[in-house]
């Protein structure tokens, strides 16, 4: 089992920047990939990025430039550095990770980007 835990999300304003955080824990050594998801109420949840256990990131295009996707294997924590947010950014995010044959996801951490 492969417990996660997000942080780090909050109220910002347009064009200001947030970190977060996704720690994993339990039996962690069998992770490859690390995933963040966003979701908004009605919507389907969208992949917003990925990191593979060699360090290869993709984004999805509304993100790519703005968002950085990285991990510490050392301290078992996935991040996401988001910079210049704008409104359409506003969502709960969740962290996934791929483990053992199957995805195991956090709980989510909500972010508003509002004025």
């Known amino acids: 089992q492969v417990q996660l835990v997000e942080s780090g999300g909050g109220l910002v304003q347009p064009g200001e920047s947030l970190r977060l955080s996704c720690a994993a824990s339990?039996?962690?050594?069998?992770?490859?990939?690390m995933r963040w998801y966003r979701q908004t109420p009605g919507k389907e949840r969208e992949l917003v990025a990925t990191?593979?256990?060699?360090?290869?990131?993709t984004y999805a295009d509304s993100v790519r430039g703005r968002f950085t996707i990285s991990r510490d294997n050392a301290k078992s924590t996935m991040y996401l550095q988001m910079n210049s947010l704008k409104p359409e950014d506003t969502a709960a995010y969740y962290c996934?990770?791929?483990?053992?044959?199957?995805?195991?996801w956090g709980r989510g951490t909500q972010v508003t980007v509002s004025s």
């Open positions: 996934s990770v791929r483990a053992y044959g199957r995805n195991y």
């Open positions: 339990g039996s962690i050594n069998n992770i490859s990939l």
């Open positions: 990191i593979t256990s060699s360090g290869s990131t």
